[in-house]
């Protein structure tokens, strides 16, 4: 029984994961509230821009944690 609870415990951890990371961003995010205003600002102004660029580093990110092995 407590194996097999073990292993449903370990399924969730990506899960939980994923959680803190949301929440440290989050929290970063909070104490730098004008990086958040400087993004919608941009985003408002230039909305093609914002998203040919996220693209491009989200492609780039995805890149370098295959290439670091994350």
Do not use: N
């Not at 205003?37 to 660029?53: F, Y």
Request: net charge positive; glycine share 12%.
């Amino acid at each position: 029984m407590r194996d097999r609870l073990e292993g449903q415990v370990q399924a969730l951890q990506p899960v939980w994961q994923v959680v803190d990371g949301t929440q440290r961003g989050v929290g970063w995010l909070r104490q730098r509230p004008w990086v958040l205003a400087l993004g919608l600002l941009v985003l408002a102004r230039k909305p093609r821009t914002v998203l040919h660029w996220g693209w491009r580093a989200w492609r780039g990110w995805r890149w370098a944690s295959r290439w670091l092995g994350r």
